[in-house]
């Protein structure tokens, strides 16, 4: 079972002062690049897998999709994604994505943002996510990058000269990682990048779109803080779809 940090009062009230919990989907800098591997959700059903607050259930809405399901760990996430929704197309249900079990109804797009890297192991979901689409049907999610979920704790490195790195704990070394982020003993796990890929692969999805991201130029003019995600990627966006025959 993964571990259900959210429901942790000072982690969900660490978390809900986030510019992404405050703002929504205009608060995450990823946004417009994970939009634009979105296939047309027209007419689609989505779920979400970690919906959080229902951010983007409510914004595949919106982008035309018929039906859209939202899936969460954390029950304080799901009470505030109620909270925001007035929409009787968007549902909302309580679930672990360790040992998910999805129904036999497909959906088109299956969806998940920063959720997955929580999981000791991602081989089983993806064979589960891509047993629920339809033939043609797409994932699309964003995790830490495991350039980022490998890092030492002590964060920068500074030489001499005041230049900094960021320090490589251990890439090839999988696992558990703790980190104190907003509470105290929060576990993530590492995987490497040709992990998650080849997990999609032996799953039978045919690979879209990898997207090592960082922020544009633009986004840094507007919000000098993200300058510090240029130097190393931050976040890794994949879209693959699951053949049509």
């Known amino acids: 079972m993964s571990q259900n940090i959210y429901d942790n009062p000072g982690f969900f009230e660490g978390y809900a002062q986030l510019p992404r919990s405050q703002q929504g989907l205009a608060g995450a800098p990823e946004w417009p690049a994970l ?39 954390s029950a304080k996430m799901l009470a505030r994604a109620a909270e925001l929704t007035r929409d009787e197309a968007i549902r ?20 998940s943002s920063l959720a997955l890297h929580y999981l000791p192991e991602v081989a089983p ?15 699309v999610f964003s995790v830490e990058h495991p350039i980022f979920t490998c890092l030492q704790p002590q964060g920068w490195l500074v030489d001499g000269e005041g230049r900094r790195s960021w320090p490589v704990n251990g890439y090839q070394a999988e696992g558990k990682r703790i980190s104190n982020w907003l509470a105290d003993g929060v ?15 032996a799953a039978g999805f045919e690979i879209r779109r990898v997207e090592e991201w960082g922020p544009t130029a633009a986004q840094i003019a507007a919000n000098p803080a993200l300058a510090e995600e240029a130097e190393r990627p931050m976040l890794l966006l994949v879209s693959v779809q699951k053949p049509l025959a």
């Open 187 to 201: 576990i993530k796990y590492h995987r490497t990048l040709g992990t998650y890929l080849n997990a999609l692969i």
């Open 35 to 73: 939009q634009a591997m979105l296939p047309t959700l027209a007419g689609k059903r989505v779920l979400d897998l970690g919906c959080g607050y229902g951010w983007f259930c409510r914004a595949a809405r919106e982008l035309g999709a018929a039906d859209v399901v939202g899936i969460d760990l």
């Open 125 to 139: 979901l993806f064979a589960e996510i891509h047993r629920a689409l339809v033939a043609g049907g797409s994932l």
């Open 92 to 111: 909302y249900r309580q679930g672990d994505l360790d040992g998910l079990a999805l129904s036999d109804e497909p959906f088109d797009l299956i969806y």
